[in-house]
């Protein structure tokens, strides 16, 4: 398995950026699909993006499509999560995720390495 540690949320105003980063421990880091995923209060853990393990495909929920991107440096283990013009909606806890599955799901349930979370609040 591989240990990930996610940085940089905080406080923001709507239509400010943060970025996010998912650093992860493990030599077979680049073998990985890494999702990000989000939990708001008393909501259920969501799909935010994934990219696949050599970065060549990347994949957004409609609702952050256009104003996030996912990226990713094998070499330095480490997968980027940018947010521009965010809402408010976009408050939550922002989880980086790590897959080995064959095939992608946009499910909690098929990620098998978890991180601690960030928080991210977008204040109006």
């Known amino acids: 398995q591989v240990q990930l540690v996610e940085s940089g949320g905080g406080l923001v105003q709507a239509g400010g950026s943060l970025r996010l980063s998912c650093a992860a421990s493990?030599?077979?880091?680049?073998?990985?699909?890494v999702g990000w995923f989000r939990q708001a209060p008393g909501k259920e853990r969501e799909f935010v993006a994934v990219i696949t393990w050599s970065g060549g495909a990347t994949y957004y929920a409609d609702s952050v499509k256009g104003r996030f991107t996912i990226s990713r440096d094998n070499a330095k283990n480490t997968v980027v999560l940018q947010m521009n013009s965010l809402k408010p909606e976009d408050t939550a806890v922002y989880y980086c995720?790590?897959?080995?599955?064959?095939?992608?799901?946009?499910?909690?349930?098929?990620?098998?390495?978890w991180g601690q979370g960030t928080q991210v609040t977008v204040s109006s």
């Open positions: 995720a790590a897959s080995q599955l064959g095939y992608f799901r946009p499910l909690p349930s098929d990620f098998g390495s």
């Open positions: 493990g030599r077979t880091f680049s073998t990985y699909r």
